[in-house]
């Protein structure tokens, strides 16, 4: 690990607002041998996404490099000409983006994305490549992995779309591959499978790598050296095992102390009180493939019910029962005590206005051409019925609610906005309806530590001010520490056990309970190792994985 395979120095980029460009990366070193892993680490807004592109010679619209040096193996990106960039992106240079559903052609199925890349970089033939994806989709655990490239992105879930978004990274064995944020999507069980096949293929073929992520935990699995950015500058660097243990930077610190937010627990729920919402034996389909299997659990007004499970277990399908998007096949839904409609075509505006729901990922939520004043102004005209200045003045009202200036956001787009911020628009959309019960689809899972404080912060205000009630789809186990009253625990679209948060996270539990407590990383870099090894995977790469 002696030859360097990439080199960055006094790295400086500017992004443009209204015409002036001010400073995102100021003058970064970075260097990176041939197969090594480099961890980007740092909150929201501290120029690791774009630090990881300019590595690639690549800049965002609005974005510039505006001093420096970038070369890739002998090679100076900033000056290549356009033609030896595409030889290299995608041949040589890969990426793996943090929003796989943002990245995917909707209009063409998961296998002939993957080909176009070794196809056209006559890497492999067509025939050849598809050979390969299905191999590299065996690898990397997703389901059917001989069928599943022959479906289009919607109908895979978002971990598994992820996957296959990794796969195809994969698909032309580069040198260089930039993860940026690759698990964020995916639940612990999972994320687990996902690392050590990424760690197997690294290692297989000396594949070197820039980790982006926000999860402290997974990068100290993933990384030999670890890079702390703030702001654009870059605080410290050192190897993985150094920056646990003995960070020097008080800013590094303040990243590896564990999230503080803990929300007192409440009473019992008085006997005999009426849920907000209540499933009650619901099964449900896709088409001919049952999904839910004799679901049924309560939530009350004011409270918090976290529903957890990996990718596929039947959560988010939960949710659009609920919603009505999904008309359940057996069973009901009550609200208020009062049965819902299946089909959220046939409710009353009351009743559609009192479910709503503020979803994963705020970059594909969000409209880009409105500003975020018209966003938050449609549900308030649709639900309320307010227009011209009672309508402005209740979305500034909104606005102060998710404690963002109104003078300084009403007039801005999405694209203006960081990652948190776009969340609390998403929140002040919900909250526009006046809803009773709000259904929070991994609503933190995309977001740094200190900006998911933040918004969990604000959701319990919001829902003590409110008597709120909230659904809350997570699979980081930490969240649900944070933030929930009560647990439900989905498997294969059974709810495998559920209670008050304190009984669930005491044992004995249920096995498939034990597996996702199991599975959440630990700040030690051996944590990922140890674990394969207890569960019986000594090469992470053959057939062994099987047994997890």
């Not at 002696?2 to 980029?13: A, C, D, F, P, Q």
């Not at 930490?478 to 948060?501: L, S, W």
């Not at 009984?503 to 096995?511: A, C, I, L, S």
Request: aromatic residues 6%.
């Amino acid at each position: 690990m002696t030859e360097t395979l990439l080199k960055m120095r006094g790295v400086k980029l500017e992004g443009r607002s209204d015409e002036v460009w001010t400073p995102i990366i100021n003058g970064v070193d970075l260097t990176l041998a041939k197969g090594e892993v480099l961890g980007l680490i740092g909150e929201s807004g501290a120029g690791k996404s774009t630090l990881g592109l300019a590595a690639m010679g690549y800049t965002r619209d609005g974005v510039r490099i505006s001093g420096g040096s970038v070369e890739f193996d002998g090679i100076d990106l900033l000056t290549a000409s356009a033609a030896v960039k595409r030889g290299l992106l995608g041949k040589r240079i890969a990426y793996v983006a943090q929003s796989a559903a943002a990245s995917f052609n909707p209009a063409h199925k998961l296998i002939d994305q993957h080909v176009e890349g070794p196809v056209q970089h006559h890497v492999m033939s067509r025939a050849e490549s598809m050979a390969d994806g299905i191999e590299l989709y065996a690898k990397l655990r997703l389901p059917d992995p001989e069928s599943i490239g022959f479906r289009y992105p919607h109908q895979v879930s978002g971990g598994q779309l992820q996957r296959a978004m990794t796969a195809m990274a994969m698909s032309c064995r580069p040198d260089l591959i930039i993860f940026d944020e690759p698990t964020t999507a995916l639940d612990v069980t999972t994320q687990i499978e996902v690392l050590a096949a990424i760690r197997d293929i690294v290692e297989q073929f000396n594949t070197a790598a820039i980790y982006i992520t926000h999860d402290l935990a997974v990068v100290a699995q993933m990384a030999d050296r670890i890079k702390v950015l703030l702001r654009g500058d870059e605080v410290e660097t050192a190897d993985t095992r150094t920056m646990l243990a003995a960070p020097t930077q008080e800013y590094t610190k303040s990243l590896w102390a564990v999230r503080s937010f803990q929300r007192p627990v409440k009473p019992s729920v008085s006997t005999g009180a009426v849920p907000v919402v209540s499933l009650q034996k619901v099964d449900a389909a896709y088409g001919k493939v049952p999904v839910l299997h004799d679901i049924s659990f309560d939530m009350h007004e004011g409270r918090t019910v976290a529903v957890v499970g990996e990718s596929g277990s039947g959560k988010s399908t939960a949710a659009r029962c609920i919603t009505g998007l999904l008309p359940p096949s057996d069973g009901q839904i009550l609200l208020d005590g009062q049965v819902l409609p299946p089909d959220y075509r046939k409710r009353s505006k009351d009743q559609l206005r009192q479910v709503q729901m503020i979803y994963q990922m705020a970059d594909t939520a969000l409209n880009p051409r409105m500003s975020i004043g018209q966003i938050i102004a449609r549900p308030v005209h649709f639900y309320l019925g307010l227009t011209g200045s009672a309508k402005r003045k209740r979305v500034h009202q909104l606005l102060e609610q998710i404690e963002l200036e109104p003078s300084e956001y009403y007039n801005r787009l999405p694209s203006e906005l960081s990652g948190g911020q776009k969340q609390r628009i998403g929140i002040a959309r919900a909250l526009a309806a006046e809803p009773k019960f709000i259904i929070c689809d991994e609503v933190t899972s995309a977001l740094d530590q200190l900006v998911a404080e933040g918004i969990l912060r604000l959701l319990a205000k919001l829902q003590d001010d409110l008597k709120l009630t909230y659904m809350f789809i997570t699979h980081d186990l930490a969240t649900v520490r944070a933030i929930a009253d009560e647990v439900v625990v989905m498997k294969d679209g059974h709810v495998v056990e559920q209670g008050p948060k304190d009984t669930m996270f005491k044992p004995p539990h249920d096995p498939y309970t034990e597996l996702l407590l199991s599975s959440v990383p630990e700040m030690d870099p051996d944590w990922l190792t140890n674990l394969l090894a207890e569960r019986g995977v000594d090469n992470i790469g053959d057939a062994a994985l099987d047994k997890m």
